[in-house]
């Protein structure tokens, strides 16, 4: 004979195959609707930080220009100078090597950087392109 103890015992507690299932298809379904709104607010991210540098990097070459008299002739110029802490990562590109320096049009100016645009090729949420911001 079996007592009530051992009786309990023999049941067996834990989930189903399709309750598995179902919670499963339930997570596969919320992930596919969060997950293309995580990455597009990546990318309105990289492109508001690309924004915020460089504002304050034409602005750092205008206070240069002011105080100078001429552009520099290189983003080195304006850290070495403390317009800049440091030359800020391209977050597009994600490096500080790949911005691209535009020359003054006037050729009697001096200095190389007259303005600066981002170094990536490809096309911003709104159809532009990074490199004409």
């Not at 399709?18 to 709104?37: D, K, Y």
């Not at 690309?50 to 001429?70: E, N, P, Q």
């Amino acid at each position: 004979m079996q007592t009530r103890r051992e009786s309990v015992t023999d049941n067996r507690l834990g989930f189903t195959l399709i309750e598995v299932l179902v919670v499963l298809a339930i997570i596969a379904t919320l992930l596919s609707l969060v997950t293309p709104r995580y990455f597009s607010s990546i990318d309105r991210a990289r492109e508001h930080s690309l924004k915020h540098d460089l504002i304050v990097m034409r602005d750092a070459i205008d206070k240069f220009y002011s105080d100078t008299g001429r552009y520099p002739d290189t983003l080195f110029d304006l850290v070495q100078r403390k317009y800049l802490r440091a030359i800020p990562e391209d977050p597009i590109t994600e490096s500080t090597e790949t911005w691209l320096l535009v020359p003054p049009d006037d050729a009697n100016i001096p200095g190389q950087v007259y303005d600066i645009r981002s170094g990536s090729e490809a096309m911003a949420l709104d159809g532009s392109y990074y490199a004409e911001w």
